[in-house]
């Protein structure tokens, strides 16, 4: 199977108030060494009841002693994939929100380690969005990874040179990529 193109977007889905009540009163932990991210991620998650950290202790702390419905975790700064470990230990969904560490390597070792989503901070006011696909993922146990590759794949294909990427590892996309909104795979 070929997993150049992007999944297919049938089956149904939550439209943009649906998912605003999806988020409305869950408890999200958010995680970032810079204070304007977090600001901005307060903003942008309004309808959330949101936790805030600034360093790893603080974070790892929180996530050891509450539950969550999610966490948005910064890589770099924070020790996220070290958050990661914990957030995966506690079921909690992890969403990696970085500016540094837009690499395949990261975002390869964030989906294997555990994470749900692997997000770029220039999408930063997309977050709403990101967290109530993982959400809704997670409510109808299907796979978030189709439906991330929907959202930025073409922005991962800029990024790191074309749609060749995939290739290295063509079996794991294959994998993640399975189209969780219908039964027609990817081509």
């Given at each position: 199977?070929?997993?150049?193109?992007?999944?297919?977007?049938?089956?149904?889905?939550?439209?943009?108030?649906e998912?605003?009540?999806l988020?409305?009163?869950?408890?999200?932990?958010?995680?970032?060494?810079?204070?304007?991210?977090l600001?901005?991620?307060?903003?942008?998650?309004?309808?959330?009841?949101?936790?805030?950290?600034?360093?790893?202790?603080q974070?790892?702390?929180?996530?050891?002693?509450?539950?969550y419905?999610?966490?948005?975790?910064?890589?770099?700064?924070?020790?996220?994939?070290?958050?990661?470990?914990?957030?995966?230990?506690?079921?909690?969904?992890?969403?990696?929100?970085?500016?540094?560490a837009?690499?395949?390597?990261?975002?390869?070792?964030?989906?294997?380690?555990?994470?749900?989503?692997?997000?770029?901070?220039?999408k930063?006011?997309?977050?709403?969005e990101?967290?109530?696909?993982?959400l809704?993922?997670?409510?109808?146990?299907?796979?978030?990874?189709?439906?991330?590759?929907?959202?930025?794949?073409?922005?991962?294909?800029?990024?790191?040179?074309?749609?060749?990427?995939?290739?290295?590892?063509?079996e794991?996309?294959e994998?993640?990529?399975?189209?969780?909104?219908?039964?027609?795979?990817?081509?």
């Open positions: 199977m070929k997993v150049m193109g992007t999944p297919c977007k049938k089956g149904l889905r939550m439209n943009a108030d998912k605003r009540s988020l409305s009163g869950k408890k999200i932990l958010i995680v970032d060494d810079e204070e304007d991210i600001d901005l991620l307060t903003e942008l998650l309004d309808v959330c009841v949101l936790e805030r950290a600034s360093s790893f202790e974070a790892s702390a929180l996530l050891e002693n509450n539950m419905d999610a966490a948005v975790l910064d890589i770099m700064g924070v020790d996220g994939y070290g958050l990661l470990k914990i957030a995966e230990s506690k079921n909690i969904p992890a969403i990696m929100l970085t500016a540094h837009l690499t395949k390597e990261d975002l390869l070792r964030s989906i294997k380690e555990g994470a749900s989503y692997y997000a770029p901070k220039d930063i006011n997309r977050i709403a990101f967290i109530s696909d993982v809704e993922a997670r409510k109808m146990q299907k796979n978030i990874w189709a439906r991330w590759f929907n959202s930025l794949g073409s922005y991962y294909d800029n990024r790191f040179g074309g749609a060749d990427w995939r290739e290295m590892e063509q794991f996309w994998e993640r990529l399975k189209d969780w909104d219908s039964d027609d795979p990817p081509t």
